[in-house]
């Protein structure tokens, strides 16, 4: 496809954005500045006269505020009725959206698009509602004040003192297929408000002197006409992108500023922006990459973003066609371009870039900015240091042996094979060296070819009059094919690094997933940072100041310069050191590191040179994926701290809980018993008063009991607790833990021989029999049987000692099995639930895992009768001794 057929088709994005409109139905905002510049009477007046025509007009809702003029428009357009919402005692009447949908009227008018719904609405904003009406294929009127759109609410905050609270997306405004501004001045809108047109005027006087302040209002005014003008802009450019018409179109100003590599671009930059502060427009830094383009444009790039332009990068051969594209693309009015120094041939032809530019681009004006004093105007000369003298050598002595081998075999090879063979010479030159050895071999071959091979040899005079123009030939096709060759190599090379820093852009999002601690992502950021330079270093932002979390190679310093440089940075938010305009004798470049909040750090690199721009796009590239890891780990940290809290606070309730009521009923017993006996103790018999003192005795024990696992539970966790290992006798252990709990001298016990004896501490093995048998007395009925069993088990890993406790209670339901060892976890709720803390169970499985074993709990237990309590089964699993 020719350039001339690529320009005449329409833009696919456009052609695209209008399919997605079918089906949909259309948005019309009326936009305003202020209340009472006519938004709602507008929008009911032109909906009038679509129903005199016989469309289809419903008001959803409108709210006229009490003012007649209003009023009076709805005239005969029929009301949806309001939806009543029952809230706080009160009722809320709101726009129904359901019953909106069912009427599906061909146009519905929507009044305070930022409306915020009654709790109980479908959507919790108006917007949300229309959003869906539209969705449905409804077309909707809606009217919306500037000061609503969430980008403006801080500047109109600080213009009128009074934060608005009910704001919606500026999204919300691009959904809208047309937009209305309803304009009024200043001065007639505060008018209307004197007369009480608008509020009653014992409230508009205050409104005068606050919000309504004609300073005020003529601020919201120019925010209002500005998204207006941005918005017609826009649509002017999708309206010709969709129909392929050439740009641009001069509705709106637009610069573009040419950027290259030379030192004159910064110049350029800072022209374009003055221009389009005159202009109140906005503008485009433009940096076309060529082949063999030395490093320097990006200064000028990161300046543009400094200063508020927007950057654009391509890579092309063709600088004309690209700066062109672009500009019709963009719908450019103004382009900038410096006073760049070019070969005399294309001064002399009439291809440089200016005139090229007012050739082909006489829709645009042209500027040209001056060139810096600071640089000289001619081209800077070669130094003997900067020429690749290896390059020249290799290419002289490769002439030479050509021609030595060519002299050797005069009589096999003619004169004109010997110019073949000199031509491949200087296309093998460029290809490996560029374009400046490619001239240079085909000057030498063409002296070679002349004084060794043409008649006269070893002459620079030629006798035939054919060989003359065999040797200009000779001397245009080697320069042409040797300036290709070297062209076409640049060209690789540069496709090359592109596709090298799109591998490693890949590679960073791949390495930058995988740590999960701070410290971790730090180093993995610095160790990438260090494969594109000398070195590198992560310093991060504490209270305002950097400190250096990592740098590869390990030990690596910098001096203050190069820290100041780096507290410039974090402090402005620039890029600062070598190849910047700020600092840029630091031999380091300091990137910044930010989120949403602001910068949090800066990485830091020091290059062997100044960097070239693949190489800088390629860190920013980095810097943005280090950014985006770190707030990735602080969000995962954050998200563990507010866990950690809340299962923090859920322990505290139900530790409070537990105390309120397991200290609670027995110190209520036996405060019961103790005043008993105080004051009826002589009147009592020998019997009640030892039932009395027993209860007391009793109840004592309970709370001994709770606080004993309530300090267990603590020494666990503060890991006071550390378990002998040596070889227990469970028959001793079991007998012991039956005995101290009351209740359980029933217990059946059946020890397999050889599970007897297990490894572990006898201290805490007996502690948890008897929170497990505790367990079970309390939630099986009286007279139940309680069992403990013992088998053992042979495991590659080492033999185990498996003790089965179990009970014929009321089991344990499915939902709460993965919960029954948390600490503070009670299975049953309510006020019959047996006396506990729910720490029994939760300290036998700490001291379980302390000695190197498991626990689990089975309910209903494998055993149980079809027709009995399902009862619970308690796995405790032991290494064997």
Known sequence: MTQAEQEQRPDPEALLAALRQEGRGRLKIFLGAAPGVGKTWEMLAAARRLHAEGRGVLIGIVETHGRAETEAQIGG???????????????????????????????ILIDELAHTNAPGSRHPKRWQDVQELIEAGIDVWATLNVQHLESLNDPVARITGVRVAETLPDSVLDLADEIELIDLPPAELRTRLTEGRIYRRDVAQRALDGFFREGNLAALREMALRRAATRVDRDVTSYMRARAIAGPWPAGERVLALIGPDAGSTGVVRHAARLAEGLRAPWIALYVEQPNDPPGAQAALDLAVEIGGEVETRASNDLLDSVLDVARRRNVTQIVLGRARSPLWRRLLGRTLTQSLLRRGSAFSLHVAPAPLATPARRPRWR??????????????????????????????????????????VV????????????????????????????PVFNLTIADPRD??????????????????????????????????????????RRLGKPTTREDLVREITAEAAEMATAAMLLLGEEGVLQQMAAEPEGTEIDEAARAAAQWAFQNAVSTGIGTTTLPSVP??????????????????????PPSAPLVQTLSALADQASL???????????????????????LTALLSSLSHDLRTPLTAIRGAAETLRSAGEALDAPTRADLLAAITQDTARM?????????????????????????DLHEVVEAAVARVAGAVQTGVNLAPDAARVRGDPTLIEQVLVNLLDNAVKYAPAGSMISIAANRLSRAAG???EIDVKDEGVGIQPEDLPHVFNRFYRAQHGDRVPAGTGLGLAIARAFTEAMGGQISAQSPRPDAPADGAPGSLIRLQLPAA
């Open 629 to 651: 890891a770190l707030e990735r780990i602080r969000l995962a940290q954050r998200a563990a701290e507010t866990a950690a809290q809340a299962s923090g606070q859920r322990l």
């Open 799 to 801: 033999a185990m000692v």
């Open 77 to 107: 357009l029929p009301v949806l009725p309001r939806r009543m919402i029952p809230y706080r005692g009160q009722t809320l009447d709101e726009f129904d959206l359901d019953a909106a949908l069912a009427a599906r009227p061909a146009l």
């Open 468 to 509: 003359v123009v065999a040797l200009l030939v000779f001397l245009l096709v080697a320069t042409l094919t040797g300036g290709l060759a070297g062209r076409v190599r640049a060209e690789a090379r540069a496709a090359q690094a592109r596709v090298d820093a799109l591998r490693r852009l890949s590679l960073f999002s």
């Open 384 to 425: 003997l240091d900067t020429l690749p003298w290896l390059a020249y050598a290799a290419t002289f002595v490769l002439i030479g042996l050509i021609t030595v081998g060519g002299v050797r075999l005069r009589p096999l090879l003619p004169a004109e094979a010997m110019g073949m063979i000199f031509v491949a010479a």
């Open 428 to 455: 093998g030159a460029g290809s490996v060296h560029g374009r400046g050895i490619a001239l240079f071999a085909a000057f030498l071959g063409f002296l070679s070819w002349n004084f060794f091979f043409l008649n």
């Open 704 to 728: 001994t009991r709770f606080l004993a696992n309530i300090t267990e539970m603590a020494r666990i966790e503060t890991g006071e607790v550390a378990p002998r290992s040596e070889v227990v």
């Open 588 to 609: 380091w470049r300091w990137l910044v590191l930010h989120n949403d909040q602001g910068p949090v750090g800066v990485l830091g690199v020091r290059p062997e040179g």
